[in-house]
């Protein structure tokens, strides 16, 4: 699941420049967004849309998702963070 989580975020983040080093190991991915404040409200309309990520440091985003999460749940996290770049 966590190869097909990073593909989905690379994809994202080949149309948004705004979205940076994507990286992870399993389940363990983040990505960068240029300023605190951009990632702030990138993690508020991504709550808003019932999807939980994690702020970390100063410009990063990252996923914990449980391990037995299923790719239609990542499919449905995904439309949401796609949804929510476009909106920020």
């Known amino acids: 699941m966590g190869a097909h989580l990073m593909k989905h975020l690379h994809e994202i983040a080949a149309i948004d420049d705004r ?3 994507v990286r992870g190991l399993g389940l363990m991915i983040a990505f960068d967004l240029p ?3 951009l ?3 990138f993690q508020k309309k991504v ?3 019932d999807v939980i990520v994690l702020p970390c440091g100063t ?3 990252r996923f914990r998702p449980p391990l ?3 790719a239609d ?3 449905h996290g995904v439309a949401v ?3 929510a770049i476009k909106e920020i």
Do not use: F, G, V
Request: proline share 4%; no cysteine.
């Open 39 to 41: 990632r702030d409200a």
């Open 73 to 75: 749940e990542i499919d």
């Open 59 to 61: 410009h990063s985003i």
């Open 68 to 70: 037995n999460i299923s």
């Open 47 to 49: 709550y808003e849309n």
């Open 19 to 21: 979205i940076t080093n």
């Open 35 to 37: 300023t605190p404040e």
């Open 81 to 83: 963070l796609k949804k």
